[in-house]
């Protein structure tokens, strides 16, 4: 790695703290910013002092803001750092959390809930995570022949179980009434508007975890996406180490998406900005760039969400908006992209 | 020493056989070429030899363990595998790539360190590719892609290393290349190798032993100016050859248009 490279890399892992904290003067409640940072700065130097400023400021930047922009942080991370793995795993750049059908389960999940149960709290969350994780199972036992899952049959495993799902949902907006079938869609763009530490503290765990796991087989993933064949000549156990990636990716994927709902372009772009700056696509530079700058650009992305107009614009549509022409400009800059 | 040895071995797909009774040994520093035309079952061969196959009957031993009773890590220790050149989907550098080979020898969660970029700039350099080091492995030639896989599979520290038609998509000049720092590379660090090969002639020229092969099944084994006879292409290839000497080595010359 050249010295260039490393600027680079230390300037892009610093960069969500900047976001992080620029964000907090960002959203729907009048305070001014000088205010804002005398708050943030009374609050850095002793959090539990009695503050002389009224109450709601607190309540705004620390029980609204802050959680907001910390899950949009665990989000990004979770969806950058899925992409990018699963791009090793299947070998394709052009690959994201979604494959396995983790999104249209998830969105079953959710549209069960909001249509079925909408009087139990906190069900939308838990059927989304589940169905989304259900789906990845379909796939995997779909895909599994003779105690192997060749990434061929799991690209098209994913792609009927998201058949089938989608089709599932299809049918159950079909049969709900206008009120609620509005609450179906909404879920679907993708939303952090119901963001608290409630739901920090739902999501953090496991996709901590989960990254953990990602960070340390960082490197394994290069061997991982070399193919099947080749990575068991070189000594790979290469279904239990897939397995593993694929549950990692899939627990960070529904956890985010069972409370955000379906945020995309995110793990296909990020990871492709990185490979870019950086000009390698060795997983042990570009798994922990992805996580902060996936941060990073999914903290923006609700900043945008929240401030463009006076009423909240679904994210999971504004990273759509963003992402998908920068990923067009990135191609045709490149003719065909990073990976030729 | 013997560090292959296959027995009675016979692979399938489905009804067909595609192997049959397959028996030979490779002895430290040896280097064996199979020799046959499309088809016959030589990269089927390898690829039972790397346990990536399970044969129906019959046995692989390396270096004197069954190998589909290891681990996969522990085989990687013991055979280097090298495959036809590719093309990556992600555009690794040569480093990148040749650090591979260290994989058997780390835990899940390991990264390399130290010590394995010394044993991958050592196989870089034992085949004189350690200049390309920071190029990205796809903008280099077939020629040093090839040299680039060997040099991995060196840096895995086997003892055996197949390789899988190493002169395919290579021009004149790099193939002969190939084959010289294969054979030396074998003598050198006292490696059994097997290696598949189209042309007669690089086996005469570079091969302690031969096998022959058509439909599966080993037609004659042994050394290669004994297998590689008029006869014998005959017998597999269906074609007229002649062998001339030149200056103390044997070569094949077809005889009739085909």
């Not at chain 2, 290349?177 to 690089?202: E, Q, Y």
Request: hydrophobic share 50%; proline share 5%.
């Amino acid at each position: 790695m050249g010295s260039g490279v490393k600027w680079k890399s230390a300037l892009l892992l610093l960069l969500p703290i900047p976001a992080l904290l620029g964000s907090l003067f960002i959203g729907a409640y009048p305070l001014p910013p000088e205010i804002t940072l005398q708050v943030i700065m009374a609050k850095i130097a002793s959090p539990f002092a009695q503050s002389p400023w009224p109450q709601v400021y607190e309540t705004v930047l620390f029980e609204i803001r802050l959680p907001r922009i910390i899950l949009a942080l665990i989000g990004g991370v979770a969806l950058s750092v899925s992409g990018a793995s699963l791009q090793g795993v299947f070998r394709n750049p052009l690959v994201d959390s979604y494959i396995l059908g983790v999104s249209a389960g998830a969105g079953l999940g959710a549209a069960i809930a909001i249509a079925f149960l909408p009087s139990i709290p906190g069900v939308t969350q838990v059927l989304a995570f589940s169905f989304g994780f259900l789906a990845f199972l379909v796939t995997y036992f779909v895909a599994r022949e003779r105690g192997e899952t060749p990434v061929v049959s799991l690209v098209l495993a994913g792609i009927i179980v998201t058949a089938l799902f989608s089709a599932a949902l299809s049918m159950i907006k079909f049969f709900t009434e206008a009120e609620r079938l509005a609450g179906v869609v909404y879920w679907l763009m993708g939303s952090l508007a119901i963001a608290g530490w409630r739901e920090v503290a739902q999501t953090l765990p496991a996709i901590g975890v989960a990254f953990l796991i990602i960070f340390f087989m960082r490197w394994r993933l290069n061997v991982l996406s070399m193919g099947d064949e080749e990575a068991k000549s070189l000594g790979v156990n290469i279904e239990r180490d897939r397995l593993i990636v694929l549950f990692a990716t899939t627990l960070m994927a529904s956890s985010f998406v069972s409370v955000a709902g379906i945020i995309g372009w995110v793990g296909l772009v990020v990871p492709h900005i990185i490979r870019m700056l950086i000009g390698t696509p060795d997983n042990r530079v570009v798994i922990p760039l992805s996580a902060s700058v996936g941060a990073v650009f999914l903290i923006l992305a609700d900043d945008l969400a929240r401030s463009v107009t006076t009423f909240e614009l679904p994210v999971g549509v504004l990273t759509t908006v963003i992402g998908a022409p920068f990923f067009l400009y990135l191609l045709k800059r490149r003719g065909g992209g990073t990976w030729k | 020493m013997e560090v292959v040895r296959v027995d009675g071995l016979s692979f399938s797909y489905g009804l067909e056989f595609r192997l049959k009774d397959i028996s030979l040994s490779v002895d430290r520093g040896e280097v064996l070429v199979l020799l046959g035309p499309n088809g016959c079952g030589k990269t089927t061969l390898l690829k039972c030899i790397n346990a990536l196959l399970r044969p129906e009957r019959g046995s692989v031993h390396i270096d004197g363990r069954d190998a589909f009773r290891m681990e996969r890590n522990e085989l990687a220790r013991l055979v280097g595998y090298v495959p036809q050149v590719h093309s990556p989907p992600f555009p690794y550098t040569v480093m990148d790539i040749v650090l591979m080979g260290r994989v058997s020898c780390l835990g899940i969660f390991q990264q390399p360190s130290g010590r394995d970029y010394a044993k991958s700039e050592e196989a870089l350099a034992l085949v004189g590719m350690d200049r390309l080091r920071d190029r990205p492995y796809t903008q280099i030639s077939g020629g040093e892609r090839q040299l680039v896989l060997v040099a991995r599979a060196i840096a895995q520290e086997p003892k055996v290393l197949l390789l899988d038609e190493p002169t395919a998509h290579l021009d004149f000049k790099n193939q002969l290349m190939i084959l010289r720092m294969v054979r030396r590379v074998a003598k050198d660090k006292g490696l059994g190798v097997v290696m598949s090969l189209h042309d007669p002639n690089h086996a005469l020229l570079f091969s302690d032993s031969v096998a022959l092969m058509g439909h599966g099944v080993v037609t004659a084994l042994g050394r290669p100016e004994e297998v590689v006879t008029a006869a014998n292409i005959k017998n597999v290839y269906g074609m007229e050859i002649e062998v001339v000497d030149h200056k103390k080595t044997k070569f094949v010359v077809p005889l009739q248009d085909l």
